[in-house]
């Protein structure tokens, strides 16, 4: 736990550890999620794969708390084409090459205490451009779900619209 409180890892004895980020700038789940025994102030996850990385920042200079577009970025494993290990998966034999495969996040995601009630939730690009495609979102009072899977995406932008005007928050 770091000084601030706004860093923690947890499970780490028990191999199943996971990086809990809570600042007003940053959330993020890293590791083995499903077993996290607390999560941050603004993002909660239930989650089908066994490791992933969730990370949400604003894209507004606003604390995540009033946000009015985040950014999430979601991926489980990730390894190049042809990729291989040691024995003990602590070593790189062959880098592979092209193109990188990557495990879509499967699960839910909520976003508590936001002002993002109208939001909408766009799969991006691995460049960051928007692919078309919305993920399926519900409000329930002032929480956000977010099912993550299909369409699979790695990034996710999830802003309100354009007459937007984030609620106060003390993050």
Known sequence: MSETRELAWYGADRQQGCVVVDAPGAQALIGFVRHAPRFPRHLAADVT???????????????VGRSGRLLLAATAWCGNTGMQWDERRQAI????????LIEPVVGTLELRDVPLR?????ALSPTGVPLGRTLPLEVAGDTLRIRLGEPPALLVLIEAPPDHEAAPSDR
């Open 49 to 63: 794969n066994r490791f992933c990385s969730l990370l949400l920042v604003p894209l507004d200079g606003r604390p």
């Open 93 to 100: 034999l062959e880098w592979g090459r092209g193109p990188v």
């Open 118 to 122: 109208r939001a909408r939730a766009r």
